[in-house]
């Protein structure tokens, strides 16, 4: 029974390893230099074309959190953050804006964040005290 045991952990650690892992030994890659370039040719092209302008990427509230998380998370302390849920979340004209809530008649402070929905960029962060 020993040995299914270890030979079960064996395959799935080879499954994991083969299934998570960044392994490049068969595939062809860009590689950095082929990144760099990309990157010079993209940022060379200022000119948004129409269909991409109109195109929102934050369509939905649990991506728009996921998102907003992911950034004040970072920035203010997982931990810190957890206690200000749930969250206030806006779509207003394609903006969201997101905040944390305190406990009523708690003292402290949330934070804000207002995020582009058509293309992420966090237009105000901050983290503030109740008045």
Same mark, same amino acid.
């Given at each position: 029974m020993k040995n299914v045991i270890y030979t079960i952990a064996i395959l799935c650690i080879l499954f994991a390893t083969n299934a998570y892992g960044q392994n490049y030994s068969k595939r062809m890659i860009l590689g950095e230099d082929g990144a760099k370039e990309l990157l010079k040719e993209a940022l060379k092209d200022t000119v948004v074309p129409c269909s991409y302008a109109q195109y929102t990427i934050l369509k939905e =509230? =649990? !991506? #728009?959190? /996921?998102? #907003?998380? !992911?950034? %004040?998370?970072?920035? &203010?302390? *997982? /931990? $810190?953050?957890? *206690?200000?849920? +749930? &969250?206030? %979340? &806006?779509?207003? @004209?394609? &903006?969201?804006?997101? *905040?944390? $809530?305190? +406990? =009523?008649? #708690? $003292?402290?402070? $949330?934070?804000?964040?207002?995020?582009? #929905? *058509? @293309?992420?960029? %966090?237009v105000k962060l901050m983290h503030e005290k109740q008045r």
């Open positions: =509230k =649990k !991506s #728009a959190i /996921h998102f #907003a998380e !992911s950034v %004040v998370f970072e920035r &203010y302390g *997982k /931990h $810190t953050i957890k *206690k200000q849920r +749930p &969250y206030e %979340v &806006y779509n207003i @004209d394609n &903006y969201w804006i997101i *905040k944390g $809530t305190l +406990p =009523k008649g #708690a $003292t402290g402070g $949330t934070f804000l964040i207002i995020i582009n #929905a *058509k @293309d992420c960029r %966090v």
